[in-house]
């Protein structure tokens, strides 16, 4: 059992978002324009990340969070800051961030090195993997590829936008067209989760 750890030794003036969000405005005097518009990228500001990290649930012991676009890791970085402040932390913590722009990847790099200061303050675990690339080809390619990949990666939570340029631009290969999913079941059993998120581009009928 987790013992009931407490987060008064961060001092307050310390804010780890805020120090991320100077990254984020950092970043954005560098990045090539035409590359964020082509990716899609957008930069969450510090607020709407601390929105979207409130809502949150992630209370297991070991928390393996998954940021699928992290750009320079505003998203990701909220969410340390806000299981750091419960009075409950997590034993552990392992982050998952992709990002497929080689430019942002020094500033993520610099957020993650941020978190695993901020757990090592409270006394938790933390350990980070940065993968640069896409998300949803490389889980294709652990899934279609079993030979090359013990087994799928696996997360108790995830944040992160959804990728608004793919979403209005993407076009399918008639051979994509063949082996793309339109529709799922979904069976509540093999979900143990309290609640599930769709993307707002998936149809989701339910009958109950």
């Given at each position: 059992m987790s013992q009931v750890r407490h987060s008064t030794i961060i001092p307050e003036a310390?804010?780890?978002v805020?120090?991320?969000?100077?990254?984020?405005l950092r970043a954005n005097k560098h990045i090539n324009q035409q590359q964020r518009v082509a990716l899609g990228q957008f930069m969450t500001p510090a607020a709407i990340a601390r929105l979207m990290a409130s809502m949150l649930i992630c209370d297991t012991e070991h928390v393996s969070l998954l940021d699928a676009g992290a750009g320079v890791g505003s998203l990701l970085s909220a969410a340390?800051?806000?299981?750091?402040t419960r009075p409950r932390f997590p034993d552990?913590?392992?982050?998952?961030?992709y990002e497929i722009d080689a430019q942002l990847i020094p500033y993520l790099g610099e957020t993650l090195q941020w978190c695993v200061h901020v757990c090592r303050t409270i006394e938790?675990?933390?350990?980070?993997?940065?993968?640069?690339?896409?998300?949803i080809e490389d889980t294709v390619e652990q899934l279609t590829n079993p030979l090359f990949f013990a087994s799928p990666r696996s997360y108790?939570?995830?944040?992160l936008n959804p990728p608004y340029q793919k979403?209005?631009?993407k076009r399918f290969s008639s051979k994509e067209e063949q082996c793309r999913v339109v529709a799922v079941v979904h069976q509540p059993e093999d979900f143990p989760y309290t609640s599930i998120g769709f993307e707002n581009h998936l149809n989701y009928f339910h009958a109950t």
């Open positions: 310390f804010s780890l805020d120090q991320v969000d100077l990254v984020r340390v800051e806000q299981l750091s552990s913590l392992h982050i998952t961030a938790v675990s933390c350990r980070y993997e940065l993968i640069q690339a896409d998300f108790t939570c995830a944040i979403i209005q631009i």
